[in-house]
């Protein structure tokens, strides 16, 4: 728990504000017909009986939640903010399975009711920056990545975790475009992801995931861009090589394999010193790994992260 | 606009034809009103849902976006009413091209000043580099300069002062900020070219009509007529 003892005094949340967050976002609720919407989400928090983890719990105001659901990056569902929020209502999340396989020495295929009771699950307030210079604060539900990993023994020759999302162009319409070369896939090295901060995802704000957040079963990497955190997940593949991730393919000079948040290497075609948190004016300065620069940068010394972007 | 661009060739008197109109002139000024409120359509949703905090989780985006989509949507209008005008024989459509020019116009300073102001909240020395570092911003810009003159130039005093022939050549760079406009949106997105598409091949078919007309007229210099 090393993590633990580098939290920085002034990112502890006080009692006052912890308790303040609900009254932050009932009044935010209230505000408008969103809020009639996403009422009875709010009211059913704790429905998937997560505890918070102090440890993990960045103090900014966490972005409403009407506004989490309503402009997601998920192309599967179309390439408009709006679309999947639109187009992910009847998707069918259940009978859902992850296959773990690769290079392990016990391949499985879990159910999603066995991923729901294979580790406590955690409240986890993490800060999320998309590559396009847009940010919200985001309360997750799920538990280390590593978990699951342990469970099917990687062996010493594994490397690499390619992530890869559902591929079924009936209830993801976005996938009859070739806007990507579908499935989804995304990868990490192992130890990113076997680091406690990578979090297998299932719920948010108390609740299971909306449907256009990568229900039911994501990752987040919160310091990375998030396009890495995939969405939908049904197959995790320990490999050997690095794998060439949808968005490498997409565009190698624009997307690398690493995709940390950083201030100072630019998207060759937009700036990334600066980002607009959701539902802010103006703009603040992109932190260094996302801010996580503490917990993780020790993952990368002595790389050029110009190069390995 | 024929008779705006005389070179002292023709007379300043209504012609026969004009006179003989009235109810077509009414029937233009109609449309014009008509062109006129629907072309402020975009501005007042932009306006009215800001106001309902109904533009979505990122405001500023989508202001920026549905600026800059309204400014190339009047741009390609604009150039769409020559060609189809020759295409059509509809002569009357010519009158309404300064009007749809303008808005574009209008809409390029709204989406400029989102820019300014909502995006970048008047951070010169960023909005600086932007300018020379970043390729679409360079070219959406340029679009932007371009078309300050051509909305300056644009009234009857500034082209009789102009004379016919460098009026016209002055605003042939409308085709230019065309081609940037286009270019700035397709160098914008991060992967889906569907829309930026739409508006190539829009800004593509017109210019390639206008080729093939001014083909066709060679032949018979007598009837090329200022437009």
Redesign the interface.
Known sequence: MRFNLNLKECEVTSRALWASRRDFLRQTMT??LGGWIAAPLVAKAGSLGAKPNPAFRVSDPTTPL??VT??NNF?EFG?S??DPAQQATDFKVRPWKVVVEGEVNKPQTFDLDDILKLAPLEERIYRLRCV?A?SMVIPWIGFPLKELLNRVDPRGNAKFVELISLMDPDQMPGQK?A??DWPYREGLRLDEAMHPLTLLTVGLYGDVLPNQNGAPVRIVIPWKYGFKSVKSIVRIRLTETMPVTSWMK??PSEYGFYANVNPAVDHP???Q??E?R??D???RPTLPFNGYADQVASLYSGMDLTKNF | MTQRFGHGMEPNIPSARQRQQPKANRAIVGFKILIFVLALVPMTRLLMNGYLDALGANPVEKILHNTGFWTLSFLMITLWVTPLRSVTGWTFIGRFRRMLGLFAFFYVVLHFLSYLVLDQFFDWPNILKDISKRPYITVGFSAFLILIPLAVTSTDGMMRRLGGKRWRGLHRWVYLAGFAGVVHFWWLVKKDITEPSLFAIAFSVAMIVRVLMKVRKRPSPSLIIPH
């Open positions: 505000a408008g009407e506004k309503t402009y192309y390439t903010k709006e396009e847009w475009n806007v990507l997409a565009g075609r937009w700036s010193a600066k607009r959701i539902g004016f103006l703009k």
